[in-house]
């Protein structure tokens, strides 16, 4: 029972790459270049680091590592053009592991970085 517990908080990254579809989303009104260096920016905010970027598939991988709070979070970001002048964003984010005080939740964190860094 313990270990089935433990295993339902449980991701990786590739598990979150799996899962398009499932995240929170949001169209910005620009470009699909500049809403990408937006997302490769607010990827690297707070604690996390990029572990892969692929600008042709669109597609961010990041992570914020082991903290006395928590076992970390894995992110993932998809980037797809829309039209000439809009892009849609989704980020999933879950828990690398069984939360131990806090549970961090970067999908609106990002969308939101992102939306200052496209009014700069």
């Known amino acids: ?3 089935a517990l433990l295993a339902t908080g449980c991701s990786t990254p590739h598990t979150v790459a799996t899962m398009s579809g499932q995240g929170t989303r949001e169209v910005y009104d620009a470009d699909y270049d500049r809403v990408w260096k937006a997302a490769v920016e607010s990827a690297q905010n707070g604690d996390l ?15 914020r590592g082991w903290r006395p ?6 992110v993932g970001i998809w980037v797809r053009p829309v039209a000439a002048e809009r892009t849609e964003v989704e980020v999933v984010s879950r828990q690398a592991g069984p939360p131990i ?17 496209l009014t700069t």
């Open 101 to 117: 005080l806090a549970l961090r939740n970067w999908e609106h964190r990002i969308l939101g970085s992102i939306s200052a860094n």
């Open 1 to 3: 029972m313990l270990l």
């Open 49 to 63: 680091y990029i572990l892969n970027a692929d600008k042709r598939t669109g597609y961010i991988s990041a992570k």
């Open 69 to 74: 709070e928590t076992f970390g979070e894995n």
